[in-house]
């Protein structure tokens, strides 16, 4: 009985051993797979994030715009200023996204400035942005060798695939991976400790700040080209400041705004530019303006209008002068009477010359009368001045020049309510004599005779005063106007039809 039972009992304790090794197997299969899939879908979950989320590069500046490497110049500028709208750091209220703003804005530029230059987008399109920093230090970008060659097939220039960790064309290897790093870093690579204890936060300073500041640049970070958040911070990156205004308030060039834009009352006859104040072709045109301003010396005014600035410029723009914002600016334009001609279309950014033609070519023609025999200054001037009791008289330029100046334009818009406006150009010999004329310019004002006569005038014909313009003054704007506003004030139309029907009568 003993055997048997011992027998039992050495069966049964096989048996629950068995069992209980079936049990911790199948327990162990079990979590296997269920951890198996658990792996593999986080895997997948974090390799779909990634396709999802692409990591923007600001050095791809076809990507940070938007673009094919195909598209035109038109096509550039236009989605430039699309996102250039979007980002605009001016437009972001949320103070959280406004430096992001900033720095996206400033992406946007960076990019936009290469690409819409011919020269430069052919040296970044074969070299990448190390060939135009190459260029930019006088350096020869062909020794860089194209996009991704300048590590021999390392981090492919502009975040390209290069073919993997290579050192002058064969694999990486060395052992201590720190060393790859201190080949390019310039700082020391990973004191103390390989790749793994890099990680482990085995290197002094630990995490992966001192990964960017010893990896790239050795201790100011590479900054990403200086595009952080989406680059390499680094130690040394410098928040990125909004565009500088291109036209300040105590600058050559006059900065309208919708209220103060030149209307039907206006002194003054206007050359104006509508622009965005980031916008780089704004930014090459400035010096033409500031050019044609020290041209004309006041002659007329020089302004400049940002259509960007706020919601009521850019309505003004768009709706007022139905300007596209994203498609059409720069724009130039000639003002007077409030009416704007329109320069129209340009491959290139005009010069300050092809501005001031431009202007010419709009100046107020029918305000200034051509008189080259004395009969015409009756029918031109003083006919009209009978005519009407709104003139206080007529100014007469005599000048051995055959075209009319943009300063004598500029006299008569000025002052087009009050006086009426007559040249007579190339010597005029018989001009010269009826009014004794000897040296040119001369300036003369004919005041119909209502009062005394003023001191250093003279009778024209018994009925008009002849006041000459002082030989001695500077001719200018400023000094023509001050001496015709201070020519005698013109009476009431009553006071002038009787002094007319008294002389009439002697």
Same mark, same amino acid.
């Given at each position: ?52 989320? *692409? ?31 979007? !980002? ?7 103070? =959280? ?16 400035? +290469? ?109 990403? $080209?200086?595009?952080? %958040? ?11 400041? *909004?565009?500088?205004?291109?036209? *300040? ?8 705004? $919708? ?9 003054? &006859? !206007? ?63 000639? +003002?007077?009477?409030?009416? +704007?001609? !329109?320069?129209? =279309? ?10 001031? =033609? ?48 943009? &300063?004598?334009?500029? &006299?008569?818009? #000025? ?39 003023? %001191? ?15 030989? =001695? ?9 001050? !001496? ?15 002094? #007319?029907?008294?002389?009439?009568? &002697?």
């Amino acid at each position: 009985m003993k055997t048997q039972s011992s027998r039992r009992r050495r069966v049964n304790s096989r048996s629950v051993s068995g069992h209980s090794l079936r049990i911790a197997l199948l327990l162990c299969l079990a979590t296997f797979l269920s951890c198996a899939p658990t792996t593999s879908a986080g895997r997948r979950s974090r390799s779909q994030q990634r396709q999802k989320q *692409p990591k923007n590069n600001p050095d791809d500046y076809y990507g940070v715009l938007g673009v094919q490497k195909t598209a035109s110049t038109k096509d550039i500028k236009s989605a430039y200023r699309k996102l250039a709208l979007d !980002w605009h750091p001016d437009k972001v209220q949320d103070v =959280d996204k406004k430096e992001f703003a900033q720095q996206k804005f400033m992406e946007l530029q960076q990019a936009y400035d +290469v690409l819409s230059d011919d020269d430069k987008r052919e040296v970044y399109d074969k070299y990448g942005k190390q060939g135009l920093e190459m260029l930019e230090r006088g350096q020869d970008p062909r020794e860089f060798g194209g996009p991704g060659g300048g590590f021999e097939g390392g981090f492919g220039g502009h975040g390209h695939p290069g073919g993997g960790f290579q050192q002058h064309g064969g694999s990486f290897s060395g052992g201590d991976f720190s060393q790859f790093f201190q080949a390019f870093g310039g700082g020391g690579g990973f004191p103390g400790g390989g790749f793994q204890q890099f990680f482990q936060g085995g290197s002094p300073g630990g995490g992966q700040q001192q990964f960017f500041q010893h990896g790239f640049g050795g201790g100011g970070g590479g900054g990403g $080209s200086g595009h952080p %958040p989406h680059g390499f911070g680094g130690g040394g990156g410098r928040r990125p400041q *909004p565009p500088a205004e291109l036209f *300040p308030k105590d600058g050559k060039v006059s900065k309208l705004g $919708s209220p103060k834009f030149p209307g039907a009352s206006s002194k003054h &006859l !206007w050359l104006v530019m509508f622009y965005v104040n980031d916008d780089p072709m704004a930014r090459e045109a400035k010096p033409q303006l500031e050019t044609l301003v020290d041209k004309v010396k006041g002659n007329f005014k020089i302004g400049a209008i940002d259509c960007g600035m706020n919601e009521r410029e850019h309505r003004f723009c768009e709706k007022t002068h139905n300007l596209s914002v994203e498609e059409d600016l720069p724009a130039f334009a000639f +003002v007077q009477n409030g009416k +704007v001609s !329109w320069y129209g =279309d340009y491959d290139s950014i005009p010069t300050a010359r092809d501005l001031y =033609d431009f202007a010419i070519q709009n100046m107020p023609n029918d305000l200034i009368s051509n008189i080259n025999q004395p009969m015409q200054v009756q029918q031109k001037l003083l006919e009209p001045l009978a005519a009407s009791q709104k003139f206080r008289g007529a100014i007469l330029l005599l000048t051995d020049k055959y075209e009319t100046s943009s &300063l004598y334009y500029s &006299l008569a818009y #000025r002052h087009r309510s009050d006086f009426v406006f007559g040249e007579s150009r190339g010597k005029s010999l018989n001009m010269a004599k009826e009014f004794q004329v000897k040296k040119y310019p001369t300036v003369l004002a004919i005041l119909p005779i209502t009062s005394p006569a003023v %001191p250093g005038s003279t009778k024209y014909q018994d009925k008009y005063l002849i006041i000459r313009y002082p030989a =001695d003054s500077p001719m200018n704007q400023d000094a023509l106007s001050a !001496w015709i506003e201070s020519l005698p004030k013109r009476n009431s139309g009553q006071q002038r039809r009787s002094r #007319r029907s008294s002389e009439s009568e &002697l």
